[in-house]
C-alpha cells in the first residue's frame, strides 16, 4: 500500500509547456506539502496546506499553482515551464492536530525542462 | 536567521564501522522536534529518526542513534555496524521559529560505505 504517491515519476518537457504533478496521501493526514529538491540535494519547501487552505506559500514564481481538492490530495500546476525549474519535486505529508508527525515522502518526480 | 547546519559535505566509513554524523540547529523553542532522514540513490526519503525535545533519553532505532545535547544545540546521528545500504544522502531537520508546519533541513552528508 503506497502512503503518498506522486505521478509521473519523470517528465521531461520543452520550455513555455505547462505540466502537472498530482499527489495522493492515504494515510489520514491533514496537512501535504510541496518540495523541490535542487541539483544540490538541497530540500526547499514551496507550499503547504493544512485541510485544504494554503498555510505556506513560499517565494516561488507565480508560474507555480497548487490545488487540494480534498484532504487526500494536493497537486502541483507549472506553467510556461523554464530552464531553472528543472529539478526533483517532492510532496510530503503529515499530521498536525494531536502532536505532529514526522513528514511522509512521496517517491519523487524528476523534472527535466529541455 | 534559523538555521540548520550539518558541516559535514561528505563522511566515508569501513563497512561494519561506527560512523556519527553532526547537526545542529538554532532554536528559541522549548518544545520541538528534530528528525534524521535518509534519501538512497532511489531518490526516496526515508525517516531514520525523530526525537522529542522534551525528552532527555536519545532515540534509538536499532543500528542508529542520536546524540542530543540540548542546550548545545545539537542532534548528531550514530550508525554502527555500517551496512552498504546505509549509503545515502543523511537530511537533519529541524524546528521553524514561525510555523509550526514547517521544518528548516540540512544541506545534508553523503555517506559513503567502504566495503
Known amino acids: 500500500d503506497t502512503a503518498v504517491s506522486q505521478t509521473p515519476k519523470y517528465l521531461v518537457t520543452q520550455m513555455g509547456n505547462d505540466k502537472s504533478i498530482k499527489c495522493e496521501q492515504n494515510?489520514?493526514?491533514?496537512?501535504m506539502y510541496w518540495y523541490k529538491q535542487d541539483s544540490k540535494k538541497f530540500l526547499k519547501i514551496m507550499f503547504s496546506?493544512?485541510?485544504?487552505?494554503?498555510?505556506i506559500n513560499e517565494t516561488v514564481p507565480n508560474r507555480f499553482s497548487p490545488k487540494s481538492p480534498d484532504k487526500a490530495h494536493l497537486n502541483l500546476h507549472i506553467n510556461s515551464l523554464e530552464l531553472g525549474d528543472s529539478a526533483v519535486y517532492f510532496c510530503?505529508?503529515?499530521?498536525?492536530?494531536?502532536?505532529?508527525?514526522?513528514?511522509?515522502f512521496g517517491n519523487g518526480t524528476r523534472l527535466t525542462v529541455t | 536567521a534559523q538555521t540548520v547546519t550539518q558541516s559535514q559535505p561528505e563522511m566515508s566509513v569501513q563497512e561494519a564501522e561506527t560512523v556519527t554524523l553532526s547537526c545542529t540547529y538554532d532554536?528559541?523553542?522549548?518544545?520541538?522536534?528534530l528528525f534524521w532522514y535518509k534519501q538512497p540513490p532511489s531518490r526516496q526519503m526515508i525517516l531514520v529518526i525523530r526525537?522529542?525535545?522534551?525528552k532527555q533519553q536519545n532515540a534509538t532505532e536499532n543500528r542508529f542513534s542520536v546524540n542530543f545535547q540540548k542546550a548545545a544545540k545539537s542532534f548528531s546521528l550514530k550508525i554502527s555496524d555500517s551496512q552498504l545500504g546505509d549509503a545515502a544522502m543523511y537530511f537533519c531537520?529541524?524546528?521553524?521559529?514561525?510555523?509550526?508546519?514547517?521544518?528548516?533541513w540540512g544541506a545534508g552528508t553523503k555517506l559513503i560505505i567502504k566495503p
Open positions: 510530503a505529508s503529515s499530521r498536525r492536530t494531536g502532536g505532529p508527525t514526522p513528514l511522509h
Open positions: 494515510l489520514g493526514h491533514d496537512t
Open positions: 496546506y493544512n485541510n485544504k487552505e494554503l498555510i
Open positions: 532554536t528559541s523553542e522549548s518544545d520541538y522536534y
Open positions: 526525537q522529542e525535545a522534551y
Open positions: 531537520a529541524g524546528p521553524h521559529m514561525d510555523s509550526n508546519y514547517q521544518l528548516i
